[in-house]
């Protein structure tokens, strides 16, 4: 069975500094998905990032950074140089090619950039 | 290009009402989602449809729930005899295909008093 887990459950920093958001998952399927949501305040859930399983290129997009490695079934997020428009809560999912694209979430680590 | 789309975006019922709440996916995708967000817990599955036909309902609640995605017309979530404990956000997600990206609706926030 498929299993994410965000250890994090609440992250305060100071705008500017750099944070990371730690996702680890669990799978039997060699071929998965791995996801990165954003909720912010207002409610909606913002597509941040997809990852297939037989890519472990780390991406870079802005200010947001991605570490995938298979060796330790982690899928962890950088923000630099955080905001305080950053401030919401992260969800790291997974989906299995075999399971039919139904998503698993990890409980979410909620991010608080303060002045 | 309108994104997901979700309506209502709050709705209010009482015990033992009905609550249908509506989904149209983004242009071109067929493959709709939902997910329930309960308080204090994390997003979870909830069925998994295409045109006309359920592909997953391995997160449905045995009783009361139902969804459907005809041929024509947006997809429906419909809750019976709704009870406190069904009070959350429920999010539909879209993609074009059974593999792609899932985008997300603003959801319907559910209050049962």
């Known amino acids: 069975a498929q299993k994410v887990t965000q250890a994090q459950t609440e992250i305060s920093v100071v705008e500017k500094e750099d944070v990371t958001l730690d996702c680890v998952y669990e799978?039997?399927?060699?071929?998965?998905?791995l996801f990165w949501y954003k909720q912010p305040p207002s409610g909606e859930l913002v597509f941040l990032i997809r990852r297939n399983s037989f890519d472990e290129q780390n991406e870079i997009s802005g200010r947001y950074s991605w570490n995938f490695q298979k060796s330790t079934s982690s899928f962890n997020f950088t923000i630099t140089a955080s905001q305080v428009v950053d401030s919401a809560v992260y969800f790291c999912a997974l989906s299995e090619a075999g399971g039919g694209n139904k998503l698993t979430f990890g409980t979410g680590t909620q991010l608080k950039v303060e002045l | 290009n309108a994104g997901v789309m979700q309506n209502p975006r709050h709705l209010v019922r009482r015990r033992g009402q009905e609550a249908r709440l509506r989904c149209s996916p983004m242009k071109g995708h067929s493959h709709v989602y939902w997910y329930r967000q309960l308080p204090e817990e994390g997003l979870k599955f909830m069925v998994y449809l295409q045109k006309e036909n359920i592909i997953d309902e391995s997160g449905m609640p045995k009783e009361r729930f139902s969804a459907e995605f005809p041929k024509e017309g947006p997809s429906i979530l419909r809750i019976q005899q709704v009870v406190r404990g069904d009070s959350a956000a429920y999010f539909c997600?879209?993609?074009?295909?059974?593999?792609?990206?899932?985008?997300f609706g603003p959801g319907t926030r559910l209050t049962v008093l």
């Open positions: 997600a879209s993609s074009p295909n059974h593999l792609d990206t899932q985008y």
């Open positions: 799978t039997r399927d060699t071929t998965y998905y």
